[in-house]
């Protein structure tokens, strides 16, 4: 199973980034997690969209497209999901025909410096989510408050009930993503 995450922070010392990478080290064994850089994406702009998106918009659909399952790390920026991630999700959500996110299985996580580690921009994200028409799942959710506390020096998550949380969640993810994948077989049959 191949899942595509992304975070919301550009940061070299992101705490979202080192999030996914814990996500990478605690898949399930028939899963791999591929990180996407998306802060080479242009501002969405419906102008570069109409004959051809830009050569770096069409590699990140393509990747997108080939995921079996998204994985998003959430950077709480006022209240919201970054304006980097916002910006990735509204290119991969066109052309609404071909979209990359239309239908497929997904779950969210963060980190943040407030008091609720990323919840505001978490709901966002679920909301624009529907929109999209991914498929989240719901449980575990996982808002890391005080992140300076629960990663090393070298970005390694120590903290061990969010080791346990974000090793649940990738098992859910990849569970749903067989739920899905099975029922549309079946359907398809
Ligand atoms: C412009 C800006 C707005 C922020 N707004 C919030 C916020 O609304 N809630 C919050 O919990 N943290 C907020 N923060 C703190 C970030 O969550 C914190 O810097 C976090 O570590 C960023 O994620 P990263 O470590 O992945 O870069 C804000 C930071 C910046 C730079």
């Given at each position: 199973m191949h899942i595509v995450g992304m975070s919301g922070s550009l940061r070299k010392a992101s705490f979202n980034r080192m999030l996914l990478q814990a996500a990478g080290e605690l898949m399930p064994k028939n899963a791999e997690l591929e990180i996407l850089e998306i802060?080479?994406?242009?501002?969405?702009n419906e102008d570069l969209d109409r004959?051809?998106?830009p050569a770096q918009v069409q590699e990140f659909r393509r990747r997108v497209a080939a995921a079996d399952a998204l994985l998003f790390a959430v950077t709480e920026y006022n209240y919201s999901m970054s304006a980097v991630l916002k910006n990735a999700v509204d290119w991969a959500s066109r052309p609404v025909a071909t979209s990359?996110?239309?239908g497929k299985p997904a779950a969210v996580m963060g980190a943040s410096?407030?008091?609720?580690?990323s919840v505001r921009a978490q709901l966002h994200f679920r909301h624009v989510a529907v929109f999209c028409d991914m498929h989240m799942v719901n449980k575990p959710e996982i808002m890391v408050r005080e992140p300076g506390k629960k990663f090393d020096a070298e970005g390694r998550l120590t903290d061990p009930d969010t080791r346990a949380l974000v090793g649940e969640l990738v098992q859910a993810l990849c569970d749903w993503t067989q739920v899905l994948q099975r029922g549309r077989a079946s359907a398809n049959a």
């Open positions: 802060g080479h994406l242009p501002f969405y004959d051809g998106a990359g996110l239309k410096g407030g008091q609720f580690g």
